[in-house]
Every structure is written in C-alpha cells, then in structure tokens.
C-alpha cells in the first residue's frame, strides 16, 4: 500500500459568472510509495495546483478519493505539510518561531522543539538566522525555511507547489541541489509539483505527466539516475538527458490547440 | 446518479449564491432587513421602556409627521448648506496649500510640525475661540468644518505626492516634460488617490463636528434636533436624526464620494493604497 | 569615482538629532513672534485673542491651582477606560467576523452605517439612556471607537493571504487557536490604524460629551471658559488638548506600530 494514493480523481469548478462547469482535473490515479520523491509535470493550467491543494486538503474533489496511510483526506492536517511557491511564511515570527510552530501545535514541550527546530534548521543551513524575522531573508533563505518548518513537523507527504519558481536561476539550482541532499538524508515522501522539466527530472524518482484538460496521467516515467545527484554530473549524464529529452516531446505533443483539449462538459 | 445529481444542485446554489451577492442593492440593503425586524420585535415585546426605545413603525410614522410640518426638511437643508460651504472653502483651501507644502521644500520644512500640530488639536476645541469672534452664527460651523477638512487633506496630499513613484517623474522628465507639466501631468493625478482619502478622512471628521456644533451652538440643524428633543425627553426624535444622519452618510458616500473614487483611481486601475474605514 | 561609504560617527549622528530638533522648533517659534507682534500691533483685546503671556499665565494658574490635572486626570480616564473598553470588544468581534465570509458580507455595510454614526451623533440618545454624568461620557468614547475598530479589524483579517491560512492550518493548527496564531497578528496593521482613526473619534466625542453630560474634564473647562470669554484659559486649553493627543500618538500608537508591524516587515496601513 502507497503513502499517498490518489484514484480517479475529478474535479469541476463552477466558473460563477457564466454558470458553465470548468473541468479541472479530469480522471487522475497515481500513488506515492514512502520515502518516495515523485514530480508533477504537465502544461500550465492542466490542474496541478488543483491536484495538490485537493491533497492537501484545502479543496474538495468532485469525485474519486485521496488515501494518506490508508486514511481518507479530509481538511488539512500536519500528516500533509505544504511548501508554497509565495513561501508563506509568517511575518510576525522569528526565524526559530516558524520553525517550531507546527511543534507548537502539536504540544511538543518547549525544550524538545528546540533540540528538533536546531537540527532542521542545521539541515538546511539556516543556524544563525534563528531570531531574523522572514522579511530579513532573502527569498533562497526565506524557501530553506519553508521546507525546514514544513519537515520539522514530521509529515506522511511533503506537498510542494512550485516552491522555487519566485527565486532566481542560480538560486534555484542550488536549492534543488540542497533538496535533493535533504531528501537524501532523512527520505521524506514528496510531491513536487513543477512545470519545470528539468527541475524535476533532477529530483525525482519517478515524473508523473499530466495530460492538457481535462488531465489525466498520460504517463509515469522513471528517473534512471544514480543518488545522490549533482547538477553537474546530472548535466553530463546520458540518462537524465534522455529522460528530459523525452518527456519535453511527450509535453511538447499535448500542447493547448490541439483539439483533444477542447472540453465541453 | 444520485451523486452527480447532488453535485449540480451544490453548483447551482454556489451560482446563485454568487449572483446575489453580486447584487449591490442586496448586498448594501439586505442586511438591514433583519436587523430592522429584530428591532421591532424588540420595541413590541417592550425589552426596554417606551421612554427609552421605540419601534421602527413609531419612528416612521413621526418622521412623516416631521416632513409634514416642515420641520425636518428645513433642518436638512440648514445641516446640508453648513456642510456644503464647509466643504467647499475646506477643498479650496486644503488643496492647493496641500500641494504647496507637497512641492516646496521650504514650505514644507516651515509649516510641517505645525501642521502636525493644527491637526492635533481636535476641531470641536475650536468651538469655543470661534464662538466667542463670530457668535452662534454659521461662520462659527463653517469654520470649524473648515479647519476639521484642511489638515487632514493636506497631511494626505504630502503623503500622496511622496508616494508617487521617482521613475513616473523621471519617465516625464525624458520624455521632455517641463516641470510644471510634470506637476500637472504626473505628480497632481499621481497623488489622486491620496487627495480622495484626504477628502474622506476629512468629510468624516467634518461630519461629526458639523454635528457637534448643532449640539453645543444649537439654533437648526439635525443635531439640534436631536438634543432638543433630549432636552425634552423625546426619545422618537432623537432616533429620526440618528436614521436621518446614517442615510444621508451613505448617500453621501454613494452619490459623490464613491462615484468620485470610481471615475478617476479605479479607472486608471490604481488601487487606493489602503482601504480603511472612516 | 563612486563617493565613500557614509560612516555614521556619533557626532555626525547626534548635530544631525540637533539640526531636526531645531527645525521642528522653528516654525513654533515663528508662530509665536507672529503671534506676539500681531497682537501687540492691532490690540486687539483679551475678550477676543490673547496675548501669549495671557496664555501663558493661564496655564501657569491652572497648573498651581491644580485645576489642570483634575480636568486632564478625567478627561484621560475616560478616554482610557473608553479605549480599553472598545479595544476588548471590538477586536475580537471585527477578526470573528473577518473570519467567516457570510458573516463579513452581512455586517459590512450596517457597520459602514454604524461608523458614520459613531460617537458624537449618539450623544442624545447615550444622555437619554444613562443619564447626564460619567457613564454617558465613557459610553461616547466607547461608541465612538468601537466600529471604526472593528470594520478595519475585518478588513485586516480578510486581507490576510489565504496562504498563510492554509500554511497555519496544514501546521495543524486548530481552528480556535487560528484566532491568535494568525488571525490577530495578520490584521494587526490594520488594527492599529482602526485604532488610530477610532481615537481620533473618541476624543472628538469626548470632549462634546464632556459640554454637555458632566462638569469636569477638558470640554467641560473649556466651554465653560468660553461662557466667561476667558480667551487665554480657551487657548491654554486647546493647547493642552493637542500636546496630549501628539503624545498619545507618539508615546502609545507609534511605539506599538514599530515594535509589530513595522518590526515584522509588513506594510503599516496608512491612516
Ligand atoms: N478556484 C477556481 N475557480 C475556477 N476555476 C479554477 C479555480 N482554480 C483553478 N481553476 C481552473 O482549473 C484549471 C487548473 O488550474 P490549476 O491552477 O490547477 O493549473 P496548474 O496546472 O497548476 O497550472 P500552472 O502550471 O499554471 O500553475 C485552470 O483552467 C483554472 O482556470
Ligand atoms: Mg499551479
């Protein structure tokens, strides 16, 4: 049994202007096993967010289920941490005090949230910035901490949307690189969400590719890559290039336009 | 299926929903309703004694009556015309001393920590200085509206005009603009929104003082209304000018002010910088 | 050449503390010779505008006499007690309300009603209920802050980045603890500048209660001033009455702005 298993999952919104139902996501099965890093790839607007925010709990599907150990979702819970593209951090904390806050939540006693925020904060080379508030960080910084505040609290599924699209190139590379060591080590089971090709061959273990909408998974590819990974090395491998290679024709030939998007439902 | 049926009636109603709410009259008058029913269930199962509160059928009925002897419109238009010059002398004094202190360096730096001042000292202490040079006529309440509009319509225009971004003056400027077209071009539309908050935050204050001198200076007036019928232990009057008051706000804010926001922020697609309630 | 970092040595740092004292005295300065010389000129007389030695006596009087602390010493705790009083009911009541979006859209336009009432227009009908005294007084102040803090207290929590809602809640935070985990430290900026506008209202209110519902405080002394044209007690008054408003605004609301809002990078709601 996967960690996180998703089936036939269906979406409709209602776009309330006009009344018309707007199909989302349209028929989407796929699982997580754990300690599983796997990536969502598929054309912009072809409903990831949608997907991930239906995991996460923020949203409700039309139909079709979502199993976390076997448990059926239902409204967010710390089981299912989520690292945003706007990072979200809270701007009245410190540092060490958005670290701590699911602890917090939870109950964790003060002395023993310490000793847990210190190591996740070592992780992802933050110790030091402990009493900055967020707005004193730079974005890189500001990300490292929503990955370290969404670990801390030990979550089933690190769900994460986008999470180095507002940071610049350079920056980015490093934190998938950084990512990639995190995962690494403590083998957290994650959802990665990306439009990016690249990005998420170089992380994942397995590329989940949605179809245009109404979405369906056209197909699941898996990385061949050694861990643990480097960019460069990833750059210069012949496998990871094929991969991309393939998976940028797959995308490529289910581009918007071609009729089998057009959805009248 | 059972289920899909269930979802499209969930759609239908989130439509519905959505439709009514979008209702501007539904949504300014919709709520009104029920709090003026539980008014009146209040007033006639006679919670409080009569001489205290009274029910909306009792309050309208006196308020046909007060229409009817002509009192309570020339009490309006005694308010509204105070208001009006009030008003009017405050926008032209307020905007261009505004935007004099916003250009001028020396003016600025000469009359800032008094204007901070000036506006420290609540309008309604005016009262009494300018009871005692004009007597309980109308300059008195037109003055101190005045004074109640100047200050914070300035100290928004200083704001406004810092708040125009450097790179709208420099584009001007590069593009061959003089400076006085720079100042009419890009700088006075460019601190527009803060001249409508100004105006706002002074209306609200003048408001209440134009209410406050009916109170204390009292010869006409809705507020002399009011506390006549204080005086008199008359509570029914007292809840007309209170509804007569809160209306005439709103109209006040639907048929000048908001159509004013709407016509020159909104539709330059400048947001005001904040939203806040006066 | 690129100019050399500016080193900010603490001489330059305290001439230039000296220079903006300096400036920010002068135009008071300037007001004043103004002020002596035009009166001095037109002679006016003390029925009509004082000289500021006038007002200066008169404050000298009212400080040896003690009159002065008894007026300020009630007018300032009703306005405290006011102030609390609306803080503790109105901030709760506007972020339940923000909360929830029905609720929001309900209140919404009976509290832009209720603000445009707040304060000085219920000075009839807080006389009538609780009679001429110190009830009706506070209950103004009361009135008077109670809605302008609770519209921006909702405005505050629905401008709070649903983000920040789904992280807290994904963090497991419970729904009541969302309250103050999020919901009160988001609104916070606006908070404060309902705080800001609604003490602006209170003490209008105030000082018009105090003519007509009590026979102490600042708008009592004032007004009663004013009966016996005692122009140097008026403007003595008037004075006082703007020196403890800059220092309620600069001694209480600006440290609370820096100490939060500005201290957590967010953007302070302009007033
Ligand atoms: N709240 C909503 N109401 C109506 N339609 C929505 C809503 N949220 C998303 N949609 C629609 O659902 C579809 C999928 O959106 P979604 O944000 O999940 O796409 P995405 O794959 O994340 O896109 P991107 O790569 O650009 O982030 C889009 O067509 C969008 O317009
Ligand atoms: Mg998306």
Redesign the interface.
Known sequence: MSTLEITNLHKEFVDVYTGETVTAVGDVSFGIEQGEFVSILGPSGCGKTTVLNIVAGFDTQTSGTVHVDGRAVDGPSPERGVVFQSFALFPWKTVLGNVIFGLRMRGVPRRERDVIAQQYLQLVGLEGFERKFPHELSGGMQQRLGVARVLANEPAVMLMDEPFASVDAQTRRKLQEELTGIFETKRPTVFFVTHDVDEAVFLADRVVVLSARPSRVSEIVTVPLERPRQWRAALDSAEFRHTVTYLTDLLAGDEPGVPADVDRA | MM?DAK?RRA??R??WA??L?RNRLF??????VP?VLLWWIVAEAEVFPSA?FVGPDVVLSEFGELIRKGILPSYLSDSLIRLRNGVLFGLLIGIPAGFVVAMSYWAR??????L???Q??????????V???FGHSLTAVTFVIVYTIVFPLMISIV?GVEQVPRDLVRAARSLGASRFRVFTDVIAPGALPAVATGIR?GL??G???L??AE??IGASGI?FM??D??RA?D?TH??V??IV??VL??AL?ALILAPFERSTIQRWGMVR?????? | MAPPPSVSRPGTRLSRRLKATFWFFIPFVALAVVWIITVEMTGVAMRTFPQLNDVRDAIGDLWSTGDLFTHVGSSLRRVMIGAILAVITAVPFGILLGSNRWAAAFFSPLLRFSVALAGIAWIPLATLWLGYGERAVIFIVWNAMFFAITYNAMLGVQRIPTELWRAARSLGTPRWRMFGEVFLPGALPNVVTGLRVGLGYGWRGLVAAEVVATSSGLGYSIFQAQQFYRTDVIVAMMVIIGVLWLITDRALLAPLERRTVERWGMKAVTA
Request: glycine content about 10%; hydrophobic content about 60%; overall charge positive.
């Open positions: 289920l979802v759609q239908r989130q439509v959505h439709r709410g949504r300014t008058l919709g709520p009104f709090v205290f730096k000469l009359t800032w920590p008094l901070m001042f000036f420290a000292i609540a309008d309604i202490a005016w009262l009494p200085i009871i005692v040079w704001s935050t609200g204050y408001w209440r003082a209410i406050a109170i204390i507020g009011m506390f019928a204080r232990g509570v007292v809840f000018g209170m008051l809160g706000w709103y804010d910088t904040a939203e806040v309630a006066r």
